[in-house]
């Protein structure tokens, strides 16, 4: 549904608000990489702060969350496709194995 | 044609339309932005490269004729098959097709033109400037010779020291270019330029294929281009993206280049089956049966091709698990594309058929296909594929998807839309003739390759010895390629007869289904005197014969004869796309020779796309562009492209992932970079964000003076993210680390650099923007501008966010 049919539109508020988590999650980033007894979880952990970045800039920056969602599909299509190629392209290239040779 | 109950009349008068007041001039050419007239020139175009390459074909047929044959030396037989090879598939069956999307898909959905009819130009123009350097080589005597798909490292700089591939490099990439923004340009055109009432369900097949190639290119080129500015660094900066000897896998080109390759393959064969699904049913009096499922199997083909490429790769060696996965892809694929032909089959069966040129090459088309298709799934079995691999069976089964596909899939839209596209009927007698000289060469030419194939006949070897067995079925094909090269003579004459004394064609002569045959042949510049009804899938046969069913579901028809939009707007002849492409000639040649013409060739490319931006900044009629989806073209465009960068940034990341830890010397990640400074400059790129944000709400509310502030902080952000990347390559550099060091470096300064490049053409984008604002010429109106450009900079800030994350962080 878009903006003007749902009415529903961020405000500066919103932003200010989402510049802040994406401050407080870039720095708890750059915090958990100094602390050891993450090593296990670290990259899992890494991606899904990232992940979370990614979406709230997507969601309300782009505004995709109060946009038709046309335009979602013609994104996160493509983002969803373009992913399990990377992940496909670094299997076959012995990044790392998701199933053996 | 007469105006139909229901119908409105032309509320402006054609004179006062900019479009119209042009002659046939050569100007009035060069500076068209007309869909009709941009249709043709890619048509024109690419018969000449048809022609070239045709020559080409028949000149590898001659000199393997007859055993130990001296027509060419070995090193021209490589030449000419990579020439062949790249010239039929990028500036022939490419073009053409181009030449159906642009003269028929907006007469298909009822629209007087593309959504953006300069940027269609421009595609145009890049094309013919793709084309122009890639032929050049044969001018300079160094054309390539590395194959269509270039292998690495036989592309490398010690293996190919001449300009052979340099030419090849930035032809491609210059074709790439012009492909992606015409995929667009057609994505957005038929998502929100339909007729009110042309439900996607309505649209017509060929229609549906188009849009599925249009997502196919947009998606598929982005790693092609990738690899292929991985070749241009290595070849002109010393990376080594594919040096074994730095750590390098040679296989990232394979990968890359058949992530682009197989979608490319349906990139050039979908088009012909849109065009026999509208072929059939006119000629069969029928509907297309089970156009839905028609529809759907497009769309699983376009979605299964780009998880199939590796089984162009079992020869490398991938193992037996990836071998299986991709194994069982490509059989799947068959599913959908055996759903096609049994519909057109039973669209046959039982119709009131009159076998015209145009069928003729249908019904051609069907057979054929299915051959090459059938060796095609011989191919998805590994033990079989390795049999054939790098052997004729392979050039018979491509010769047979590509020239019984996707050639005798043109042909038949070439006799089909010919009155259309010239208002002149076409001979049929020798278009017969034209069919079925080409049919008989086409098989005695391929056919017998399969067997040359199984019984271990080499592609690519430019001769071969008598006692091979070989000579009767090479010297067979090579009379069967003369009969297709005779086949295009009598296709030329008929044209040429048509063109000069053909008689006029009725607006709807095979008493057509489809919208386009609802105006006079040839359409008027507008198209359409009155945006046309939409009935239903088949709207104008619905229209003439009944049953006539309602507007879809929030659409409109007769009471809303526009789109909402009062009278017709044509966009006036730019000379900006010519210009524009012409820069981009200047940069390539400028690659090739010297580096001061780059400069030069860029900065020109950059003014003439700045007049292009702003040749209609004020126009009224450019302010509101809002299509059916309610939604204004230019931010579905940006979504689109967007959707496609993340392809581009996606391959580069998996690039870097993939190659980290393989350098053979340091430094290591870990040793060289400075997290704290690399925090600061992520933390002011997701700030910049904010600003941007700020900026289009102080717009919207016509806050210009905030507008102002938050465009230049968004700008002035990015350049302070700029310094923090100068700063970082600088100490890099003063520290030994460059991109030639060592695989790490080409990686990492190749994928942080082009992502630096994207946030410095945002930086110019918005200050752009800024001065607009300044000089009074940026009002409420323009909104959308700045929520485009927002939408590009907050791109930019997501691609470093995972940049961040993955490249700096991860250990």
């Given at each position: 549904?878009?903006?003007?049919h749902?009415?529903e539109?961020?405000?500066?508020?919103?932003?200010?608000?989402?510049?802040?988590v994406l401050?407080l999650?870039t720095?708890l980033?750059?915090?958990?990489?100094?602390?050891?007894?993450?090593?296990?979880i670290i990259?899992?952990?890494?991606?899904?702060?990232?992940?979370a970045k990614?979406?709230?800039v997507?969601?309300?920056?782009?505004?995709?969350?109060?946009d038709?969602?046309?335009?979602?599909?013609?994104?996160?299509?493509?983002?969803?496709?373009?992913s399990?190629?990377?992940?496909a392209?670094?299997?076959?290239?012995?990044?790392?194995?998701?199933?053996?040779? | 044609?007469?105006?139909?109950p229901?119908?409105h009349?032309l509320?402006?008068?054609p004179?006062a339309?900019?479009?119209?007041?042009?002659?046939?001039?050569?100007?009035s050419?060069?500076?068209?932005?007309?869909?009709?007239?941009i249709?043709?020139?890619?048509?024109?175009?690419?018969?000449?490269?048809?022609?070239?390459?045709?020559?080409?074909?028949?000149?590898?047929?001659?000199?393997?004729?007859?055993?130990?044959?001296?027509?060419?030396?070995?090193?021209t037989y490589?030449a000419?098959?990579?020439?062949?090879?790249t010239?039929?598939?990028?500036?022939?069956?490419?073009?053409?097709?181009?030449?159906?999307?642009?003269f028929v898909?907006p007469?298909?959905?009822?629209?007087?033109?593309v959504?953006?009819?300069r940027l269609?130009?421009?595609?145009?123009?890049?094309?013919?400037?793709?084309?122009?350097v890639?032929?050049?080589?044969?001018?300079?005597?160094?054309?390539p010779d590395?194959g269509?798909?270039?292998?690495?490292n036989?592309?490398s700089?010690?293996?190919?020291p001449?300009?052979n591939?340099?030419f090849?490099?930035f032809?491609?990439?210059i074709?790439?270019?012009?492909?992606?923004?015409?995929?667009?340009?057609?994505?957005?055109?038929?998502?929100?330029l339909?007729?009110?009432g042309?439900?996607?369900?309505?649209?017509?097949v060929?229609v549906?294929?188009?849009?599925?190639?249009?997502?196919?290119?947009?998606?598929a080129?982005?790693?092609?281009?990738?690899?292929?500015i991985?070749?241009m660094f290595?070849?002109?900066f010393?990376?080594h993206?594919y040096?074994?000897a730095?750590?390098a896998?040679?296989?990232?080109?394979?990968?890359l280049f058949w992530?682009?390759?197989h979608?490319?393959?349906?990139i050039?064969?979908?088009?012909?089956?849109?065009?026999?699904?509208e072929?059939?049913?006119?000629?069969?009096?029928?509907?297309?049966f089970?156009?839905?499922?028609?529809i759907?199997?497009?769309?699983?083909?376009?979605?299964?091709?780009?998880?199939?490429?590796?089984?162009h790769?079992?020869?490398?060696?991938?193992?037996p698990?990836?071998?299986?996965?991709f194994?069982?892809?490509?059989?799947?694929?068959?599913i959908?594309?055996?759903?096609?032909?049994?519909n057109?089959l039973?669209?046959?069966w039982g119709?009131?058929i009159?076998?015209?040129?145009?069928?003729?090459?249908a019904?051609?088309?069907?057979?054929?296909?299915?051959?090459?298709?059938?060796?095609?799934?011989?191919h998805?079995?590994?033990?079989?594929?390795l049999?054939?691999?790098d052997?004729?069976?392979?050039?018979?089964?491509?010769h047979y998807?590509?020239?019984?596909?996707?050639?005798?899939?043109?042909?038949?839209?070439?006799?089909?839309?010919?009155?259309k596209?010239t208002?002149?009927m076409?001979?049929?007698?020798?278009?017969?003739?034209?069919?079925?000289?080409?049919?008989?060469?086409?098989?005695l030419?391929f056919?017998?390759?399969h067997?040359?194939?199984?019984?271990g006949?080499?592609?690519?070897i430019?001769?071969?010895?008598?006692?091979?067995?070989?000579?009767v079925?090479?010297?067979?094909?090579?009379?069967g390629?003369?009969?297709?090269?005779l086949?295009?003579l009598?296709?030329?004459?008929?044209?040429w007869?048509?063109?000069?004394?053909?008689d006029?064609?009725?607006?709807?002569p095979?008493?057509?289904?489809?919208?386009?045959?609802r105006?006079?042949?040839p359409?008027p510049?507008h198209?359409?005197?009155v945006v046309?009804?939409?009935?239903?899938r088949?709207s104008?046969?619905?229209?003439?014969?009944g049953?006539?069913?309602?507007?879809a579901?929030?659409?409109a028809?007769?009471?809303?004869?526009d789109?909402g939009?009062?009278?017709?707007?044509?966009?006036a002849?730019?000379?900006?796309?010519l210009?524009?492409?012409l820069?981009?000639?200047?940069?390539?040649?400028?690659?090739?020779t010297?580096?001061?013409?780059?400069?030069?060739?860029a900065?020109w490319?950059?003014?003439?796309?700045?007049?292009?931006?702003?040749e209609h900044?004020?126009?009224?009629e450019?302010?509101?562009?809002?299509?059916?989806?309610?939604?204004?073209?230019?931010?579905?465009?940006?979504w689109v492209?967007?959707?496609?960068?993340?392809f581009?940034?996606?391959?580069?990341?998996a690039?870097?992932?993939?190659?980290?830890?393989?350098?053979?010397?340091?430094?290591?990640?870990?040793?060289?970079?400075?997290?704290?400074?690399?925090?600061?400059?992520?933390f002011?790129?997701l700030?910049?964000?904010?600003?941007?944000?700020?900026a289009?709400?102080?717009?919207?509310r016509?806050?210009h003076?905030?507008?102002?502030l938050?465009l230049?902080?968004?700008?002035?952000?990015?350049?302070?993210?700029?310094?923090?990347?100068?700063?970082?390559?600088?100490?890099?550099?003063?520290?030994?680390?460059?991109?030639?060091?060592?695989l790490f470096?080409?990686?990492?300064?190749?994928?942080?650099?082009?992502?630096?490049?994207?946030?410095?053409?945002g930086?110019?984008?918005?200050?752009?923007l800024w001065?607009?604002s300044?000089?009074?010429?940026l009002g409420?109106?323009?909104?959308?501008?700045?929520?485009?450009?927002?939408?590009?900079?907050?791109?930019?800030?997501v691609?470093?966010?995972?940049?961040?994350?993955?490249?700096?962080?991860?250990?």
């Amino acid at each position: 549904m878009s903006a003007e049919h749902s009415g529903e539109q961020p405000t500066v508020g919103t932003y200010l608000l989402v510049a802040l988590v994406l401050t407080l999650v870039t720095g708890l980033e750059v915090g958990v990489i100094y602390v050891r007894r993450l090593a296990p979880i670290i990259v899992p952990l890494l991606v899904a702060m990232s992940a979370a970045k990614f979406a709230l800039v997507a969601l309300f920056y782009m505004h995709l969350r109060y946009d038709s969602r046309v335009l979602t599909f013609l994104f996160v299509g493509p983002l969803i496709l373009a992913s399990g190629l990377a992940v496909a392209l670094m299997t076959l290239t012995g990044a790392f194995l998701v199933f053996g040779r | 044609m007469s105006a139909r109950p229901g119908s409105h009349v032309l509320q402006v008068p054609p004179a006062a339309l900019p479009r119209l007041t042009t002659t046939a001039t050569l100007a009035s050419w060069l500076t068209t932005v007309d869909h009709k007239r941009i249709g043709i020139l890619y048509g024109a175009t690419a018969f000449a490269f048809f022609l070239l390459g045709g020559i080409e074909a028949l000149l590898i047929r001659l000199q393997l004729a007859v055993p130990e044959n001296t027509v060419v030396s070995a090193h021209t037989y490589n030449a000419l098959f990579t020439m062949h090879g790249t010239t039929m598939i990028f500036l022939a069956i490419m073009p053409f097709n181009a030449m159906f999307f642009n003269f028929v898909v907006p007469l298909l959905i009822g629209a007087r033109d593309v959504a953006f009819p300069r940027l269609n130009a421009l595609s145009y123009w890049i094309f013919l400037a793709g084309g122009l350097v890639l032929n050049a080589s044969l001018l300079t005597g160094t054309p390539p010779d590395v194959g269509w798909f270039g292998y690495a490292n036989l592309t490398s700089l010690h293996y190919s020291p001449g300009l052979n591939v340099d030419f090849w490099i930035f032809a491609l990439q210059i074709l790439g270019v012009s492909s992606v923004m015409s995929a667009i340009n057609f994505i957005v055109t038929i998502l929100n330029l339909r007729a009110p009432g042309m439900s996607m369900m309505r649209m017509p097949v060929f229609v549906w294929m188009t849009l599925v190639v249009q997502f196919l290119i947009a998606l598929a080129f982005p790693p092609i281009t990738v690899g292929l500015i991985f070749l241009m660094f290595d070849r002109f900066f010393g990376t080594h993206f594919y040096d074994v000897a730095a750590g390098a896998d040679l296989h990232l080109w394979q990968h890359l280049f058949w992530i682009f390759g197989h979608p490319e393959v349906y990139i050039l064969i979908l088009p012909a089956f849109g065009i026999v699904s509208e072929v059939l049913p006119t000629f069969a009096r029928k509907p297309l049966f089970g156009a839905p499922v028609m529809i759907y199997s497009g769309v699983l083909i376009g979605f299964f091709g780009f998880g199939v490429w590796s089984h162009h790769m079992f020869a490398a060696g991938m193992g037996p698990v990836a071998d299986s996965a991709f194994s069982i892809a490509t059989m799947l694929i068959a599913i959908p594309t055996g759903v096609k032909i049994f519909n057109w089959l039973a669209t046959l069966w039982g119709g009131s058929i009159r076998t015209t040129t145009a069928l003729h090459f249908a019904v051609g088309l069907v057979g054929l296909f299915t051959i090459g298709g059938l060796s095609g799934i011989m191919h998805s079995s590994p033990p079989v594929d390795l049999q054939q691999t790098d052997s004729y069976f392979v050039v018979a089964h491509l010769h047979y998807v590509l020239i019984g596909g996707s050639l005798f899939g043109i042909f038949a839209g070439i006799y089909y839309w010919w009155p259309k596209m010239t208002g002149r009927m076409i001979g049929e007698g020798l278009g017969r003739l034209n069919f079925w000289l080409m049919f008989v060469g086409f098989n005695l030419a391929f056919f017998p390759q399969h067997y040359l194939g199984a019984i271990g006949m080499p592609r690519r070897i430019y001769t071969y010895r008598a006692d091979q067995g070989w000579t009767v079925a090479n010297f067979a094909s090579t009379i069967g390629a003369f009969g297709i090269a005779l086949a295009v003579l009598v296709f030329a004459i008929n044209a040429w007869r048509s063109l000069r004394r053909g008689d006029p064609a009725p607006a709807d002569p095979w008493d057509g289904r489809t919208l386009e045959w609802r105006t006079s042949s040839p359409p008027p510049a507008h198209d359409f005197d009155v945006v046309p009804p939409v009935y239903g899938r088949d709207s104008f046969w619905r229209e003439k014969y009944g049953p006539r069913r309602g507007p879809a579901p929030g659409g409109a028809t007769a009471e809303h004869p526009d789109g909402g939009h009062a009278g017709i707007h044509l966009p006036a002849p730019s000379h900006w796309p010519l210009l524009i492409a012409l820069g981009m000639l200047i940069v390539a040649v400028g690659g090739l020779t010297h580096v001061a013409l780059v400069v030069v060739g860029a900065l020109w490319t950059l003014y003439a796309i700045v007049r292009l931006a702003l040749e209609h900044h004020r126009t009224p009629e450019h302010a509101e562009q809002r299509g059916v989806l309610g939604l204004d073209h230019r931010k579905v465009a940006m979504w689109v492209f967007l959707g496609s960068e993340c392809f581009f940034f996606g391959t580069m990341i998996a690039t870097f992932l993939a190659y980290k830890g393989r350098s053979v010397v340091g430094p290591a990640p870990h040793e060289i970079f400075n997290i704290p400074v690399t925090s600061l400059s992520t933390f002011d790129l997701l700030m910049s964000s904010l600003l941007m944000v700020l900026a289009l709400a102080a717009i919207q509310r016509s806050d210009h003076r905030h507008t102002r502030l938050w465009l230049f902080g968004t700008a002035f952000f990015g350049l302070i993210f700029l310094g923090f990347q100068a700063f970082e390559f600088t100490d890099f550099v003063h520290r030994g680390f460059t991109m030639q060091r060592n695989l790490f470096g080409s990686t990492f300064f190749l994928l942080t650099g082009l992502h630096g490049t994207h946030v410095a053409i945002g930086v110019f984008w918005l200050l752009s923007l800024w001065v607009l604002s300044l000089r009074g010429r940026l009002g409420a109106v323009d909104a959308i501008k700045v929520e485009i450009a927002g939408l590009y900079w907050h791109f930019v800030d997501v691609v470093w966010i995972a940049i961040f994350t993955l490249v700096y962080l991860i250990p």
